[in-house]
């Protein structure tokens, strides 16, 4: 099933508007102990409509398989926008200005076999079970989804974009000497098509044996101490703390819902060595994992800059959102399936490396913790953070100490910032996250360690 | 556009002929009307017409699936390959058909009265402005969706569910003089328009709530108390520990630590838990299970007794255990015996928890993270709200 072709109707779409042609190919595998939890292969393949008129938008998307029925779409796009405008009777403000795209992705769709990714998925997880016979639980779970969309716009934008990515979950779980389970998870995987991470199962026995080692190790841990203390972010924790903590507060639809972060624009909000981006597809001279060429309102994307040296210089916008803050429009306007709006999310949100070397940053620290595996996390326009720690370890005397067992951190984002005061020069990203803001979203986030306070749970 | 019915038997047919044994097809037909706003005004609407079918194909006990979004004949001859594809290479999990079955289900108003959801929709709008004036509310969703449903397998079973639901999702904060309440949400399902949007649940108590969540006390230091934990917030403690302890993850996983407790005491006597999709107030709850039995609400605890597993049949199948009645997670905690100021009246130092922010719980009841839009409770008296403070704890203890 391939995408609809709406090409015809380029030079025919009304005044303000986007047709948008969308396929999400999902692919999921879960064995839990070897028994299939899930084995889905979902296709989602339509198209959507979005006309604005004034203030208003009008929105309608169908699976479609005809010419008729996508100019129907924008016939019932704009008789939406209109209900909403005779509704108020008021005109609303013009569009704003923004810069257009033409773009073809060099990628093409490559269709491995559900019974492929499950072979490979089974014997993996036969090596386990086999080499590890001790496990009180193991879990693999793959996801390969990749999103194609075609986007015309009435001012020109026509832009194909392929954006694949595949991941593969080994969680396993031990049982410590206190009774508890005890889990330890790993992902591997990142932008791209299954066959460019995975060939054979045996090549991932080297991780799967530091997934055991750290769940073994981790049972052997303590509960961290509940309060606020110095703590080092690895580099693969700080880039959720660029998404939950800082990046959430500065999508511009939060702002205008009365996020911290409306009334510190230009105001210092972190220490002088932060500086943090939503990258569009490049970012330090790479590509970044998942880069965005357009968004959904058919925008060229560019790198929404939002902290510079520490001082708050801009939101990520939509194209309202640019045109209520006199800002450009950033192309940070998304939709999950051909069914759903473009709402404003992140792309692949990253604070900038610094100097310092992760020891020197460790050793710095007298009574804290080295947090380096995160779990999932949720952040609140106040600027208050939380996100999940599934692993760390304790430091004493700027060496590091015992294991500690899953915890949370938190905190208020702006005055984090300003408390940290080591940055190191190791990168790191990650894109196997789906952010959840009405709609699911893949995103990245990347980020270096950081020395900073915040408070943490525990016993 | 292919009738769910056209499709189906189109479906079973192909699932056939690309080497299934057996199969079965669940088809869905509908339309999504949404408002939402922008910037606390209503500012759009969208019409979504989606069908999606979800193709099961069983080749010995191999059981594999496939999703897609439209029902051409193109896109369910291609789901039906990729669904033989999945059962070819899944682990034989003695898969089988349920039960040959011919019902037919409605729920809800099947056709989206545009007019007074809009009505409804500024309706809440223009009280928040009024009775709450430093409220800011955004209006992520109001929505109706109208949805045809049919579960159609190989030996003849046809079961089709109708329904038409009001769905609201609502967020909001409160500000004055530049500084902001933490924000707040929830999300609901109706049947019908027949109460504003102010009257669902807990809205009113929640919205006022923000107002005196703009300035919230830092909390410092560190105690034991007692948490009065809001419904909505309880609400996702149950059903993790549900999926963890009772449910396919923990059995399967073998990582449940009720896995040995059938038939014994795994709570406080007070606690008694249904899951109950069949209940008037569960807005078209599940009427099939994903299994193809007709559902049917049942104890998952009584008196602080598991009663028995909200496993499928499958993750029956695999651990041993009785297949639950539904699977559904229309949770029930049965009310007790006091009021809510009786409950405050009760605590001597705790707090009263409307949101968490956090992880867990796990397998083993750990949870820990931020209690939001929360308040102190000072001897038996709702105090102060606070922000930045976290809370930790084992859940499954604080059942028992």
Known sequence: MTLYDISALKDKLPEQSVLRAQKNTIQTIVLAGGSPILNEHTVHNGVGAMVRQGEYVGFASAPVSSQAEVESLLQNAEANAHFMQGK???????????????????????????????SFVQAL??????????????????????????????????????????????????????????????????????????????????????????????????????????????????????????????????????SVAGPNLGHVVASPLISLTDFAFEAFGSRVPLPVFADDEGTAATDAVVIRDGVLTGYMNDLRSAE???????????????????????????????????????????????????????????????????????????????????????????????????????????????????????????????????????? | MESIFGAAEYALQELKAAGAEAGRCQLDQGVVNEFKTDAGELSMLRTARHENAQLTALVGGKKGSALTSDLSRDSLRQAAARAVDSANAAPDTQAELGPVLQKTFQAGELVCNREALYRRTQELLQEVKERYPLVSLNIYSAAHRENHSLYADSNGTRVCYDTGVYTL???????????????????????????????????????????????????????????????????????????????????????????????????DAGISLDIVPLDPRIAA???????????????????????????????????????????????????????????????????????????????????SGVAKNGFLIENGKITDAVSECMISGNFLQMLA
């Open chain 1, 88 to 118: 108020s009777g008021r005109n609303g403000r013009a569009g704003t200005a923004r810069k257009t795209i033409c773009y073809q992705t060099p990628l093409e769709e490559r269709r491995i076999s559900q019974q492929h990714l499950m």
């Open chain 1, 125 to 258: 997880d036969r090596r386990i079970a086999e080499r590890y016979p001790g496990l009180g639980g193991r879990m693999i779970s793959l996801r390969a989804d990749s999103m194609e969309k075609h986007i015309l716009t009435d001012d020109g934008t026509d832009a194909h974009i392929l954006i694949p990515r595949c991941y593969l979950g080994i969680s396993v779980s031990v049982q410590a000497s206190d009774g508890q389970m005890v889990d330890y998870s790993q992902s591997i995987g990142g932008g791209g098509f299954f066959d460019e991470y995975f060939s054979d199962p045996a090549l991932l026995d080297e991780a799967t044996e530091t997934v055991v080692a750290k769940a073994h190790e981790k049972a052997g841990g303590v509960y961290s101490r509940a309060g606020v203390c110095d703590v080092v972010l690895a580099n693969s924790v700080t880039g959720i703390l660029a998404h939950e903590a800082i990046g959430h507060t500065t999508e511009a639809d939060m702002v205008i819902s009365g």
């Open chain 1, 324 to 459: 209520r803050f006199h800002m450009q429009p950033t192309g940070n306007a998304r939709a999950f399936l051909f069914s759903d709006e473009p709402l404003i999310r992140m792309r692949n949100t990253c604070i900038h490396p610094g100097t310092s070397r992760l020891e020197d940053m460790i050793a710095a620290v007298d009574d804290g913790y080295l947090l380096l595996k995160n779990g999932s996390g949720q952040a609140d326009g106040t600027g208050e953070f939380m996100f999940g720690i599934q692993f760390g370890y304790e430091i004493k005397g700027g060496k590091l100490g015992r294991a500690i067992r899953d915890t949370t951190i938190s905190g208020l984002a702006f005055e984090m910032l300003k408390a940290v005061d080591m940055v190191s020069d190791e990168l790191d990203w990650s894109g196997a996250g789906n952010c959840g803001k009405k709609q699911m979203m893949p995103v990245s986030h990347g980020g270096p360690a950081i020395k900073t306070r915040l408070s943490i749970g525990g016993r």
């Open chain 2, 169 to 267: 999702f609502p967020s909001f904060s409160a500000s004055q003089n530049g500084v902001t309440s933490s924000f707040n949400a929830f999300r609901c399902k109706m049947n019908d328009l027949s109460r504003p949007f102010m009257d669902i649940g807990l809205a009113r108590m929640l919205i006022a709530q923000s107002e005196k969540q703009i300035y919230p006390q830092t909390f410092r230091g560190k105690f034991t108390g007692q948490v009065l934990f809001a419904p909505f917030c309880l609400s996702g403690f149950l059903n993790s520990i549900v999926e963890r302890c009772a449910g396919d993850h923990g059995m399967l996983s073998k990582t449940s630590p009720w896995r040995s407790k059938l038939g014994q005491q795994v709570s």
């Open chain 2, 285 to 367: 709850g599940e009427r099939l299970t994903t299994d193809g039995y007709i559902s049917e609400n049942y104890t998952l605890i009584e008196d602080g007794v598991l009663k028995c597993f909200a496993v499928s049949r499958q993750g029956a199948r695999a651990t041993g255990c009785a297949p639950a009645p539904n699977t559904s997670r229309s949770l029930l905690l049965k009310c007790g015996k006091y009021t809510l100021d009786e409950l405050v009246q009760g605590i001597e130092r705790g707090m009263l928890v409307t949101r968490f922010s956090g992880t867990g719980p796990n397998v083993n009841g750990e949870f």
